[in-house]
T-cell receptor
């Protein structure tokens, strides 16, 4: 079957760094996406990885290892507004339209 | 950016009622999607549409139907609502990866 695993919840301190992991087992691979979702709001796109390596975008970076079926989202200089759920999603090779979604990681930032 | 608007943020319906959830996008995108989001589960695709009058079933289409008569509008229909359809419903538009979502419609079926 197809599966995406990520931790249910994480806690970090304001100003610190946190890494949210995502592992996947899918029938194919056409890219991995990270979305941010604040409580009661719509998910918003953060990043897209298709090749191995690190993609940096400001305070947020996303890493992919296709051979290991593994990705992480790295958040630096954490701010209280980063408290949200972070959703990992994979586009399987055999589907042009459907994403496989993880259940999301709820990140709690403490002062 | 694409803006996606869902007609109702909160709805309460009774078992057996017919429910319409409307979604409108303002950027002329071909692809539109309906997902449901439940605690502890990833987003699950109900239906998607890649053009006017075109639709394909997602992972959990049972108990739902959709309508896409105009490019900007994609409607989700629950013919006879049941309690297990209590959920958050998210409409999306865009490419496979970079989806733009509406604010969500939280449906409670009593």
């Amino acid at each position: 079957g197809q599966n995406i695993d990520q931790p249910t919840e994480m806690t970090a301190t304001e100003g610190a760094i946190v890494q949210i992991n995502c592992t996947y087992q899918t029938s194919g691979f056409n890219g991995l996406f990270w979305y941010q979702q604040h409580a009661g709001e719509a998910p918003t796109f953060l990043s897209y990885n298709v090749l191995d390596g690190l993609e940096e975008k400001g305070r947020f970076s996303s890493f992919l290892s296709r051979s290991k079926g593994y990705s992480y989202l790295l958040l630096k200089e954490l701010q209280m507004k980063d408290s949200a759920s972070y959703l990992c999603a994979v586009s399987p090779r055999d589907s042009n339209y459907q994403l496989i979604w993880g259940a999301g990681t709820k990140l709690i930032i403490k002062p | 950016d694409v803006k996606v608007t869902q007609s109702s943020r909160y709805l309460v319906k009774r078992t057996g009622e017919k429910v319409f959830l409307e979604c409108v996008q303002d950027m002329d995108h071909e692809n539109m999607f309906w997902y449901r989001q439940d605690p502890g589960l990833g987003l699950r695709l109900i239906y998607f549409s890649y053009d006017v009058k075109m639709k394909e079933k997602g992972d959990i289409p049972e108990g739902y139907s959709v309508s896409r008569e105009k490019k900007e509008r994609f409607s989700l229909i629950l013919e006879s609502a049941s309690t297990n359809q209590t959920s958050m419903y998210l409409c999306g538009a865009g490419s496979t990866g970079e989806l733009f979502f509406g604010e969500g419609s939280r449906l409670t079926v009593l």
